[in-house]
């Protein structure tokens, strides 16, 4: 609790230039000037658009007064102590936060860190030990975050602590404002006690992973329920057919037309704890907010946790939004996972009736649309400090796999000019593949398997299987590269002497957001006083299943540690959450009050 009266983005706006510099010091370290070149850019709209501000200086400073801001910090390394009463129950608090209370081995770890990391970067390593829920990160967090960012590149780790120092300045506002992230703390716990369930295998190794219709995905939509109907306050709430938790929050009139929102619970092997849920519990935390009011909105919202987005258990994907569009393959049900277990037998094994499915496609002239936040899943809003994007399109795919037979020889006899080497043609078609698709902005080309059968290091290849897959933003873009693409690999194989095959796996069509859509995202993000950045998705999402359907838009939350995702570094920080439930019940409020279409 703050001692002294709370600060205000009214009293900073009208402060002048020294009082402004001495009501934010200690924000940075040492660095008035950051504060200085901030009373510039008054008045802010908001705390969120101040704390912008304050890193668009720290930006557009360059690497000079970066690097002294780094530099005017305190090593961490220098606040580890060594506990003094190593007692039974002290080494047994494993939640106690800090570095205060050390091991030795882990002291002289930190010590041995410290000093491998001066030697590579000349700079001290910087980390919000306060970490992303504020609460504070443990001894074996600090070190193990301390480990993996000593292999960072020099100019990536760089970044990496001014992103850690904004988030230090970020909870020190906060302090100085009196405020607290309680939306954003609320869902970041909801995600973390979701994240307790996980697949056997997984479990014991301390990894998430949750596939469909597990026991522990069945947990986690009994969970999502049980909030739903007891934290949160919808008024109906169920688990359907293919085992998606839907939950119902009535606006004043049943029959008006409803918002339709949602994502996945399901996720990948050892993944994140946020890829999918955020779009769940984000909504949640609003309805939660609505009904805690006692407020009816003139439409319903219809909060759907999709049961499976990933594909993991069966090949199928997108199971659970294909179902409100009325394209649930019948002939899915019959897929074996691993173990042999057909969909059938594991729907049937969850209480889930079959026959029931093609009831979940829902008519779209009872909706008002579908929103869909999701965390980013990249580095675009790391690298722009920005907690927020408005999605422009997902991106249009297409996949392939392929095979290049040529001749197998002898590595030692065969002279280079009479080669037909399966795996060179390969090489060279990656190389084209990564040349074309950066020649055009948001297009991307991935040869992702490269693989010689039987290969031996005496022969020269002759066979070789490999992959390709072409995203973009438009099917036209996708399209164009991908002619190219063929182009060049027939060129090439004619060149070698060599053939191909390719057989084309999936594609799915871009999925450009609704314009209307759009731009309620971006004015909820304009009014959180933050800049409106658009990008697209890279990554599918349930919202291009629902696109054939209604209108969508998308909101991006920026994630830790780069954007990083499928992987269990994948995060949040309870602020950017916050913000998120915001813009979330801002587009709420501006359907509320856009004069009826
Ligand atoms: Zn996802």
Redesign the pocket.
């Known amino acids: 609790m703050p001692l002294t009266t709370p600060l205000t983005i009214e009293q900073l706006n009208a402060a002048t230039p020294a009082e402004f510099v001495a009501l934010l010091d200690g924000t940075y370290e040492h660095s008035p000037w950051i504060a200085e070149r901030a009373a510039a850019l008054r008045p802010f709209a908001s705390l969120a658009g101040l704390k912008h501000a304050l890193v668009s200086v720290v930006r557009d400073a360059g690497q000079g007064p970066q690097l002294a801001l780094i530099r005017a910090h305190p090593e961490l390394a220098g606040k580890a102590m060594v506990s003094k009463t190593l007692t039974a129950e002290s080494t047994n608090e494993q939640g106690k936060a800090g570095l205060t209370d050390c091991t030795p081995e882990e002291f002289a770890r930190l010590q041995q860190l410290n000093a491998d990391y001066n030697a590579r970067f000349g700079f001290p390593f910087i980390l919000a030990v306060r970490g992303p829920r504020g609460l504070g990160l443990g001894r074996h967090e600090i070190i193990a975050t301390f480990a993996r960012r000593l292999g960072n590149p020099v100019d990536f780790e760089r970044e990496e602590c001014l992103r850690n120092i904004h988030r230090i300045a970020e909870i020190r506002l906060n302090d100085k404002f009196g405020v607290s992230p309680e939306l954003g703390n609320r869902v970041w716990d909801w995600a973390e006690q979701l994240a307790q369930h996980s697949d056997p295998g997984y479990a014991e190794r301390g990894e998430l992973t949750v596939t469909y219709l597990t026991d522990a995905h069945r947990a986690c939509a009994q969970q999502l329920a049980r909030w739903m109907r007891q934290d949160c306050g919808f008024d109906e709430v169920s688990i359907d057919a293919v085992g998606n938790v839907v939950g119902v929050y009535h606006g004043q009139d049943r029959a008006a037309p409803r918002l339709l929102t949602g994502?996945?619970y399901d996720t990948v092997r050892n993944a994140g704890k946020y890829?999918?849920r955020l779009g769940i519990l984000v909504p949640m935390a609003a309805v939660a907010e609505l009904h805690r009011a006692g407020r009816r909105l003139p439409f319903g919202i219809e909060v759907v946790g999709f049961a499976e987005?990933?594909g993991q258990r069966y090949k199928a994907t997108f199971l659970g939004s294909s179902a409100l569009v009325g394209q649930f393959d019948p002939a899915w049900l019959d897929q074996v996972d691993a173990d042999g277990v057909t969909m059938r037998a594991a729907m049937q094994h969850a209480g889930l009736c079959v026959d029931d499915i093609p009831a979940l496609a829902r008519d779209p002239a009872r909706y008002l649309g579908f929103v869909e936040v999701?965390i980013e899943?990249g580095p675009v809003l790391a690298e722009l400090d920005l907690p927020l994007g408005v999605v422009t399109s997902i991106n249009g795919s297409v996949r392939f796999v392929g095979e290049v037979t040529g001749m197998a020889s002898h590595a030692g006899t065969t002279p280079m000019n009479r080669r037909r080497d399966a795996a060179l043609a390969v090489a060279e078609l990656a190389l084209f593949v990564e040349r074309r698709a950066a020649a055009v902005p948001d297009v991307v080309g991935t040869v992702g398997i490269v693989e010689v059968p039987g290969g031996s290091i005496n022969v020269v290849p002759g066979r070789c299987r490999f992959s390709l897959d072409i995203r973009a933003t438009t099917d036209a873009a996708r399209d164009a590269c991908l002619h190219d693409v063929r182009t060049e690999l027939a060129a090439i194989c004619q060149r070698r002497g060599v053939a191909v095959v390719l057989d084309e796996t999936m594609r799915a069509s871009a999925a450009p957001s609704d314009p209307a859509w759009q731009a309620r995202w971006e004015r909820a993000v304009a009014a959180l006083g933050l800049p409106v950045q658009c990008l697209p998705s890279g990554?599918g999402?349930?919202a291009m299943k629902l696109h054939e359907r209604m209108p969508q838009a998308m909101l991006f939350v920026r994630g830790l540690n780069a954007g990083i995702s499928h992987n269990p570094l994948e995060s949040s920080t309870n602020e950017d959450i916050e913000l998120a439930v915001h813009a979330f019940a801002d587009v709420l409020e501006q359907l509320n009050t856009e004069p009826a279409a």
């Open positions: 994502s996945h890829d999918g987005e990933e999701h899943q990554a999402h349930d």
